[in-house]
Each structure stands twice: as C-alpha cells, then as structure tokens.
C-alpha cells in the first residue's frame, strides 16, 4: 500500500471514530506499528490530525458547516470520486475550486496527496508549493489554509450563508486575474444537452468564470445529479473535459456524455 494509500485510509478511521490507535490501525491496513507510528507523526506536521499518546484524534477547526456539509461530506461515492481526482492532479499546477460537499472533499484529497513534496532541511531556500489552490468557498479556504505545501487564494468576494461560497463583482475581479491549469467544478445538476448547472445564479456565474480562465474543466458530482436540471446553466457539456462520478451511474448516460465528448471516469 502506498503512503498515500495508507494516509487516506487513516484519516477514513479518524473520521468515523474521532481517534484512532496505532496497533488497531496497524492491524486493519496489515503494516508494522511502526510504519504507523510514522505516517501519524507526518500527518500531525501537516496539520491533518493531533498526535497523542499511543495514536492520534482528529485536528480540530475553528467553524462549523452548514448542516448540508455536515451530512454528506463523509459519503462513500464521495469520497472516491475525490481521491480518483487528486491523482489526477500534477505536482505544480493551479487549481482552481469551487464550493460544495464533492469540492471539499477533493480539498480533503489533494492536501493528503501532496503533504509531503515540500519536506526540506531546516534553513534550506523555500521551495516553491507543491500545488497552488484558487477557491471562492471560505469552508475550503479554513482546510488549506494550515497546509503548508499548498498555496492557497481566495477571491475575495461577498458569503452565502447556505454554502460558504463568495460571489459578486469582488470574485469575479480576481478571477480575471488569474490562470488555471484545471478547475474542478462541484454541480448541483448536468444534462448532456442542457450542460452544467448550478440552483443559484451567482454561484454559476462564479463556476462560469472558474472554467473560462482553466486549460482543463472537471466536473465532480454523485450520479444521482447526472440527468438533473438546476435554474442556471454554468457552460455547455462542450466546455468540459473529464466528468468524475461514482459507478452507480447508468449506462446509458455515460454513452450520452460520450456523444457529447465528455469523457466519464466512474469510481
């Protein structure tokens, strides 16, 4: 098992209980405890949990989520469809994400990945970040903002209460500013006519920005948005390279994002 493997997998048993021990832990993912005791030591210097005696409980934050964050953000779907989307992601690039339950767990999976690729001697020049992360959604912003091998931007902008995301005139002035490498969109519905759509205008136009300044556009959503209508459409099907979702996704509607040249990775 890889370290990020292993690291994503303790991280799932420190969800589910709030704590997690270095022998149970050890005999779950059949490593010795000291390899264990390592990948907790590391976690802890990334910021990604507290460290205790004999193992380790989660890194406490300092908000709470809407209730919408609360009770999904811990799916099975949800979760592999954000690992599947970190390995996609090359050390280096710009991502640019925006707010939602899929998005924040794809923050989840890039901060684990990439933990580790600025470990240097003390004194030695700064390297540059391992990834550099552009997000208008304040939730997502809080995570990376103690990563230290991550840069991260915000845009500024006015918050919507309902899902930590800031819009208007203030996001979309720094969004013209910048360029992305890919941008990794979460939606609330998606047609393979009608595009990709959001349930509140500004937040689409915000998602709308997101994909004009991307060379790469990813759309991440559980298939039970796939085939949904919202009110605002953020960009046509044509504007997106890699659909991401989970394998209960029909059949059907992977040949018709196909003949709408979205290509589907199912996880």
């Known amino acids: 098992m890889a370290?990020?493997?292993?690291?994503?997998a303790l991280l799932e048993l420190l969800a589910d209980s709030g704590r997690v021990e270095v022998e149970e832990a050890a005999a779950a993912l059949d490593v010795s405890a000291a390899t264990i005791r390592r990948d907790l030591d590391e976690l802890a210097e990334q910021r990604l949990l507290v460290r205790t005696?004999?193992?380790?409980?989660a890194h406490g934050v300092s908000y709470e989520l809407p209730l919408r964050y609360k009770s999904t953000?811990?799916?099975?779907?949800k979760r592999r469809i954000a690992a599947a989307v970190a390995?996609?992601?090359a050390p280096g690039e710009v991502v640019g994400l925006n707010g939602?339950?899929?998005t924040t767990e794809v923050a989840r999976a890039l901060a684990v990945r990439f933990a580790g690729e600025r470990a240097q001697a003390p004194g030695a020049v700064p390297a540059a970040p391992a990834l550099t992360v552009v997000t208008n959604a304040l939730n997502i912003a809080g995570e990376l903002a103690v990563r230290p091998a991550i840069k991260l931007v915000t845009t500024g902008g006015v918050a919507r209460p309902q899902t930590y995301e800031l819009v208007g005139p203030l996001t979309a002035g720094v969004l013209g500013e910048v360029v992305l490498d890919v941008v990794v969109l979460g939606v609330d519905g998606m047609d393979?006519?009608?595009g990709v759509m959001a349930h509140q205008e500004e937040e689409a136009a915000v998602s709308r920005l997101f994909a004009e300044r991307a060379s790469r556009v990813v759309v991440v959503t559980d298939s039970s948005k796939l085939g949904r209508r919202a009110f605002a459409r953020i960009c046509g099907t044509g504007r997106v390279d890699l659909l991401v979702t989970d394998s209960a996704v029909p059949a059907e509607a992977v040949a018709r994002f196909g003949e709408a040249g979205v290509k589907v990775l199912t996880v």
């Open 100 to 102: 939602g339950t899929t």
């Open 192 to 194: 393979a006519e009608l």
């Open 73 to 77: 953000r811990h799916t099975p779907e």
């Open 53 to 57: 005696r004999g193992g380790a409980v």
């Open 3 to 8: 370290k990020h493997e292993r690291w994503n």
């Open 87 to 89: 390995d996609l992601i």
